[in-house]
């Protein structure tokens, strides 16, 4: 997001720069011939000025008959060519030369100088010729002065400039407004990062805390800072909807744990008072007495789970480095009597050391979970495999069994409340074991998922961050 609106912020800038430079540097080039212009038009005017007063027929023949008057106008022309390099001449109204440096130039029979020619036949000065622009070095500026005698224009002064000067000059105004637009690009590339800044902070501040609660970090919050007013705004109304909704879970986990815990009693009393029935119940009725029974037994069992399943959902523990290949082993050992029971046989495989961010009681009693249910599940001879691999970001420990497993349906659902597979409605469980688990890691930063071992069986992963990653 902090590039996309750097590249908006700077773009705009570069359109007000471009909108700003571009007539700027054409109004310079226009300036610079502008003032070529006038210079070269003063020039033809100053030589038209040294002409005789006389006519036509008057001014051909005192420049015919006056020689050394002939011989000072050919020579400041020549002069006035060789200092400036500049073409000039003085044509008749046939465009005949009177006077001509270089002795070959004649008026151009084309183009902009045959119509700066036909302007000053009309009385008038040449307006301004077309744009000369650093990338047109054949193009030339050609002037033209009529030069009027008693209302008739008898001669036409008529220059042709090369522009090799004049493009210079307007490169070098030209780079010098293009260090003004790089430095001012600059300052806003450096103006629009700290924009940027300013007005992200508080939306990752803001993100950050909403990944937190989504990860199960429930009192995570946005800290006060900087910012648009609007976002700061925002960031005050998260925090007190995440202390709302941190109400409303603390309050439904509180109501689930004191319903557990007071229906325990009432429940054992039942059971008990079953037990005294029994006692005065004529012969025939132990299978009735026996259901019943079980059903309280299970019904307990029930109790007992949402027991620690609200539990679960009540601790805040704080991750600590844990050996979890030592963790893994020992909860292993632990169950391996039971396995031993059913015929199932319990390996493990890991490193030496496989440090990650955990809860060790938290994960010890998750890990116990997903035992439980793999020995529950695994038929007799077969093998439950839990591995330990360290990873690049995190410590995952996979208890593999040779079960029936889950189907792709299925295992979407796993872990979800009370939720068992239609195939095993018989298995003695209430459900939340594996929701009991997700919970446990969960509130330490882990995770729990679930996948198909090979050949066949279930696959549950617990995962956590691996230690010393930063």
């Known amino acids: 997001m902090r590039t996309r609106l750097l590249g908006i912020l700077l773009s705009l800038m570069l359109c007000v720069l471009a909108a700003l430079g571009l007539p700027l540097a054409a109004a310079f080039a226009a300036a610079e011939q502008s003032r070529v212009v006038v210079d070269r038009l003063d020039d033809a005017a100053r030589f038209a000025q040294d002409l005789p007063t006389s006519g036509l027929s008057g001014l051909e023949s005192a420049l015919k008959g006056d020689l050394s008057r002939r011989h000072a106008l050919d020579a400041e022309v020549a002069r006035y060519h060789e200092l400036y390099g500049v073409r000039i001449g003085i044509f008749q109204r046939d465009g005949a030369p009177i006077a001509v440096a270089p002795g070959d130039w004649r008026v151009p029979a084309e183009g902009w100088g045959e119509q700066a020619f036909q302007e000053a036949l009309d009385g008038r000065r040449s307006h301004n010729p077309p744009q000369v622009w650093p990338w047109t070095p054949d193009r030339t500026l050609t002037v033209a002065t009529p030069v009027v005698r008693d209302g008739d224009v008898v001669a036409v002064v008529l220059s042709e400039s090369p522009t090799g000067a004049l493009r210079a000059r307007v490169v070098r105004k030209w780079l010098v407004i293009g260090a003004g637009e ?173 440090l990650g961010l955990a809860d060790p009681i938290g994960f010890g009693s998750a890990l116990d979970a997903v035992l439980d249910n793999a020995l529950k599940f695994g038929p007799g001879g077969s093998r439950v495999r839990v591995l330990v691999a360290v990873r690049r970001e995190e410590v995952a420990v996979t208890v593999s069994d040779q079960g029936p497993g889950l189907t792709e349906e299925e295992l979407a659902r796993a872990g979800d409340r009370f939720w068992r597979s239609a195939r095993h409605q018989n298995v003695d469980g209430s459900g939340l074991g594996l929701s009991i688990a997700r919970t446990l890691l969960q509130a330490a930063g882990g995770s729990l998922s679930f996948g198909t071992a090979t050949p066949s069986g279930l696959a549950v992963t617990l995962a956590v961050p691996r230690a010393g990653r930063t």
Do not use: C, Y
């Open 182 to 354: 790089a430095a001012a690009m600059i300052v806003a590339v450096l103006l629009a990062a700290r924009l940027t800044e300013w007005v992200l902070r508080p939306v990752r501040t803001l993100d950050r805390a909403t990944h937190d609660i989504a990860t199960g970090r429930m009192n995570a919050r946005v800290a006060p800072g900087g910012g648009p007013p609007e976002l700061q705004r925002l960031a005050r109304s998260f925090n007190e909807m995440a202390d709302h909704v941190v109400l409303a879970l603390d309050q439904q986990k509180a109501f689930v744990a004191d319903t557990s815990h007071q229906l325990r009693n009432p429940l054992a009393a039942l059971l008990l008072r079953v037990e005294v029935l029994g006692l005065e119940l004529p012969e025939g009725h132990e299978e009735e007495l026996g259901g019943v029974r079980e059903e309280g037994v299970r019904l307990a069992r029930v109790l007992d789970d949402l027991l620690g399943l609200a539990t679960a959902e009540h601790a805040r523990p704080e991750p600590e480095p844990t050996d979890l290949a030592v963790l893994t082993l020992e909860r292993v050992d632990a169950w391996r009597p039971l396995a031993a029971q059913r015929g199932i046989e319990l390996v493990w495989e890991g490193p030496a050391l496989a």
